[in-house]
């Protein structure tokens, strides 16, 4: 499976190849949510959601008083500029 360019926004991609960019990223998926996805680095943890209209990255326990930190990103924006702002970390 081959994806898309890097700078083609994420709605052109077809599911499956979304599914494979993230495994290739290191996420894994939840069993019971096929839509949510696992994130574990070293220095922070989070969970993913593939929504209907926008992927949401919730950075677990990453606000300065232990809260969790959650951002929003639509679907309109490429691989690439998603790939920087969820990976990068809280």
Known sequence: MTLPSADTPL?????????????SRGCEQNL???HCWNIDRPAWKAELALEIDQL???????????????RF??????????????????
């Open 73 to 90: 990103f639509k679907y309109s924006l490429s691989r690439q500029d998603i790939e920087a702002a969820v990976f990068s970390g809280p």
């Open 11 to 23: 709605y052109n991609h077809p599911l499956p190849e979304i599914e494979q960019w993230l495994k």
């Open 56 to 70: 949401t990255i919730r950075y677990i326990n990453a606000g300065n008083d232990g809260q969790d930190i959650q």
């Open 32 to 34: 019971r949510e096929l």
